[in-house]
């Protein structure tokens, strides 16, 4: 019924069908709000132990977006440098509009993840983190957009000269 999982900690788990007949039993004994409950934690706790896929599944599926929205944020720059960008993309576009749209470093990470295959989309979402901010005086933040508006005109606009303007900003 468990299968040994290697990695740098050695974990066991339940055979997936063990697993799906527990579950399906759990939820014909137990209330739904207790069920519920019983995932935050175990989401909570598979994020301490360094597994947020895990984790991330479970704050999805419980409705829990406050903690998935802080976990792929700090996800992020790790699925980008490991080339994970479709896996960070699923991820942010999992979160409710409101969120994405009011909250600049999801946009970057939405221009990161769509640089490289669509430019054009990719420095829309820079623009618009770029202009949050701008707003909120973050010049960290607004540098790192800049970048990514830079490096999407020399990625896809086949010309230069759309850098002009962005140049002076630097």
Request: hydrophobic content about 40%.
């Amino acid at each position: 019924f468990n299968e040994k999982q290697s990695g740098r900690k050695t974990r066991y788990r339940y055979h997936p069908m063990f697993r799906e007949f527990l579950l399906k039993s759990l939820a014909s004994h137990l209330p739904a709000e207790l069920i519920t409950s019983l995932k935050k934690t175990a989401a909570r706790l598979l994020k301490a132990d360094g597994q947020p896929e895990a984790a991330l599944s479970l704050f999805f599926e419980t409705g829990n977006m406050d903690e998935a929205f802080q976990l792929i944020l700090r996800q992020a720059r790790g699925l980008v440098l490991q080339g994970r960008i479709r896996t960070l993309e699923e991820w942010l576009r999992r979160l409710p509009d409101e969120m994405i749209a009011g909250h600049p470093r999801v946009l970057y990470w939405l221009g990161a993840c769509r640089l490289s295959i669509d430019p054009v989309e990719g420095k829309n979402y820079f623009e618009k983190s770029l202009s949050i901010f701008e707003n909120q005086g973050d010049i960290s933040g607004a540098l790192f957009c800049i970048c990514g508006v830079i490096d999407s005109i020399t990625y896809g606009f086949g010309s230069f000269k759309p850098l002009d303007p962005w140049i002076q900003k630097i």
